[in-house]
């Protein structure tokens, strides 16, 4: 690890003895920005933040904090910035808020004496002008001119939506997005006083005897249509996002170059309605390239991404040159004209990555960013192969549509659940687009904590709170809208991000980093605002450290939160499942622990003294595991859900799961690897090459397990039958 700079000014020595005074400046500038200058560890522990680290962080945020004189200039700055504008950047209320049919109040800063005017410009294109109120606060010196601050009353009844607020302050004219939230996210309601369970899957990890060695969309179809047979209410999968436009691809589903389009992986060549007009060569070479990987699928060995990638892109590109119908033309058309801009850039970026190795000077000169002279010229060049990008995201949002349709009609009411990335890749196609709304010189992970006991660093640029407000949202809207068009739900990935993310200066260990606070008023709102128009329920993992408010805002909004079997203890051991949140999804387990077998075996325990990730001894590690596993085995077994003295694993998982059915969550999670007896880790967090994440074939005691297996699945049919019964008999109390 590089040394970490410190930022030396001469301002920091001129005032001998005033120590105290230059770090409670440098507190006081930092929690102005939102900076976080203590956090309360997982050991229940009050921590400083080091001085360097806010610097760094300041410095990120594109605040001088070098010396007391910085300091002091830059302080007085963010008290006189909503004073130099007449509107704020965006306003984000709820809707009925602060009662119902009253009005919200805005802000809105003028030269004293001004006649002002204001009016929102509604999304459905009406007009509805704001009354102003009376404000006795007296006016303020802004850079020699006399700034009086009037306050206007939005009106309560403006719908939900994304309107235009605007203002006329003697000719002068302003605007900025007006967004009307909902108080409570609708669509949660229909979970009220009704349980469902649903499957919870590695879609990769997930392949049938057709998948071409990586589970894809269609084996997505095939897995929501078993489930739902079998009385299933949702899949729930990781995230889809894209990964780079041709091998080597990045195996992590969480580290995508992008959060907003879908990853051309994973198609099903044969699904594409083209595809049946090859000619008898072309067929025959699609045929060929599927059978190379085709024997892979009866492989318990790593999963590999690349091999199939490349083979599926050479497919592809045999598939695309055959000659489109009309309809087919006139529907392809219309999905790049819905997604606009941002399907333009991101297609631009992966034609240029075909070109351009990540190292490549371009990245940083000529091809910085898409509006760039090089861009303008590359986007006439690369025409056709941007074309070809749009393509295959058209045809991903066509494969997941199909997958959401057959998922409701094999009776599932929430359908295909989708999962939300925390970030990027910082040299992906996000990174570039949306680098005016990204911080840099940072990069988001999680403090110390009792899994990880060196932290974390997720290698993500965060979103930049300021400037994504200043942007008015709207790439944190397009990427919603994206996921959320063919989904049932969204599971949002450490939605604790929404509020406060863990920053880490570059060159500084994950322990080394601070919180910095986000507006979760909006963040939350338009979450809650496009899941409503699309239909969809949110989850959010509320996992990790949190400040105890957090849990009762998500409730409070509609957002689900997770519950996890084995972290659900307080001061007294494990909480009784009964006492367990209803608006919830719980689950035995989750994808950054070992499959339900191997936890009980131990693994994460052996696995993460394996890579030296532990922070004390081993047989403290093993002693404390167990202790806390008897512990839930105990309530389980005083249950009679599990008979006294030794029984096999299969039966054990039964039991821990026919235990959360206790519970009042509303959703209950069912681990496709718990299912079919499987053992082996899929993710092991802190690690990277240390440990094959992501590549782990889904399989069982007896080996590889397909789609194709499960109905008829022994194991499989026993715990869902186990899962259902469960819940019927709690219903039934």
Known sequence: MADRTHHENPDDSVLPGHTDTTDALLRELAAAHGVGTTYWGWDGIERSVAADTLRDVLGALGVPANGIAEQQRSLAESRLAPWRRILPPVVVLREGVPGEGRDVHVDVHVPHGSRVRVWIDAEDGSRHEAAQQENWEQPVDVDGVLTGRATFAVPGHIGLGWHTLRADADGTLAQCPLIVTPGRLRTSARLAGRRSWGLTAQLYSVRSARSWGIGDFADLTDLAVVAGEQGAGFVLVNPLHAAEPVPPVEDSPYLPTT??????????????????????????????????????????????????????????????????????????????????????????????????????????????????????????????RMDFHRWLQWLCDQQLEAAQRSAHQAGMEIGIVHDLAVGVKPGGADAWTLAGVLARGVSVGAPPDMFNQQGQNWSQPPWHPGRLAESGYAAYRDMLRTVLRHAGGIRVDHILGLFRLWWIPEGAGPGNGTYVYYDHEALIGILALEAQRAGAIVIGEDLGVFEPWVRDYLAERGILGTSILWFEHDANGPIPPEHYRQQCL???????????????????????????????????ERAEAAAEQEAVLAQVRARGLLPEGGTDVRTTVEALYAYTALAPSALLGVALVDAVGESRTQN???????????????????????????????RFLSLLGTVRSALHCATDE
């Open 259 to 384: 959060r907003r389009f879908f990853n051309p992986l994973y198609l099903r060549v044969e699904e594409i309605p083209e595809y049946g007009y090859l000619d008898a060569p072309g067929r025959a070479e699609v045929a060929r390239l599927a059978a190379s990987l085709q024997a892979a699928n009866q492989s318990r060995d790593l999963l590999d991404r690349n091999a199939a990638y490349a083979a599926k892109l050479a497919a592809l590109e045999l598939v695309y040159a055959v000659r489109r119908g009309p309809a087919r033309n006139r529907q392809f058309a219309d999905f790049c004209a819905e997604q606009g801009q941002g399907l333009e850039d991101f297609a631009l970026w992966c034609a240029l990555a075909e070109q351009l190795p990540p190292s490549a000077p371009e990245w940083a000169g000529a091809a910085a960013h898409p509006d760039s002279p090089y861009c303008a010229e590359q986007r006439s060049t690369l025409a056709a």
């Open 684 to 714: 092991q967090p802190g690690t990277s090459t240390e440990y094959p994440n992501w590549r782990i074939p889904l399989a069982g005691p007896e080996g590889v397990v397909l789609i194709d297996d499960l109905p008829a699945n022994e």
């Open 586 to 620: 719980t689950s035995v387990n989750t994808h950054d622990l070992p499959p339900t077998a191997g936890y009980l075996a131990g693994e994460h325990v052996t696995l993460r003294e394996s890579l030296g990730l532990l922070g004390r001894p081993v047989d403290e």
